[in-house]
């Protein structure tokens, strides 16, 4: 067999990228990368990546709001799998919950924001 066939085998090529077999992958990563795309994602539905945010072309408190539900969800159903890494997530989860209670104009009650059903109150 060909080293070329060995290594399409073994990879998959995605838009010019190799990417590994997702059997290959460990589950914690697989989950890391998930809960950091839907960080990032909420970071930019909420303005973050801008000096301000309330100025932000892709400021959507609803979009946010849906994407850090999702992302607490994971985050619960997931910590004990996570070991080291879920203190990290679980604080970028926190600070974004926050930083959609600064940005409302309405804030949520406590208990009541995106993710706090899974979270409890985030203050």
């Given at each position: 067999?060909?080293?070329?066939?060995?290594?399409?085998?073994?990879?998959?090529?995605?838009?010019?990228?190799?990417?590994?077999?997702?059997?290959e992958?460990?589950?914690?990563?697989?989950?890391?990368?998930?809960?950091?795309?839907?960080?990032?994602?909420?970071?930019?539905?909420?303005?973050?990546?801008?000096?301000?945010?309330?100025a932000?072309?892709?400021?959507?408190?609803?979009?946010?709001r849906?994407?850090?539900?999702?992302?607490?969800?994971?985050?619960?159903?997931?910590?004990?799998?996570?070991?080291?890494?879920?203190?990290?997530?679980?604080?970028?989860?926190?600070?974004?919950?926050?930083?959609?209670?600064?940005?409302?104009?309405?804030p949520d009650?406590p208990?009541a924001?995106?993710?706090?059903k899974?979270?409890?109150?985030?203050?």
């Amino acid at each position: 067999m060909s080293e070329a066939s060995v290594h399409e085998q073994e990879s998959t090529l995605i838009d010019g990228e190799v990417v590994r077999e997702l059997a290959e992958i460990p589950a914690v990563e697989v989950i890391s990368r998930a809960a950091v795309m839907l960080m990032s994602s909420a970071a930019e539905k909420l303005g973050l990546g801008e000096d301000d945010p309330s100025a932000s072309p892709h400021l959507d408190l609803d979009e946010a709001r849906r994407v850090i539900t999702a992302l607490a969800g994971l985050v619960t159903a997931s910590v004990e799998y996570l070991g080291p890494h879920a203190g990290p997530i679980r604080d970028g989860l926190q600070s974004l919950q926050r930083a959609f209670r600064e940005s409302s104009a309405h804030p949520d009650a406590p208990g009541a924001g995106p993710g706090e059903k899974y979270t409890g109150p985030v203050y």
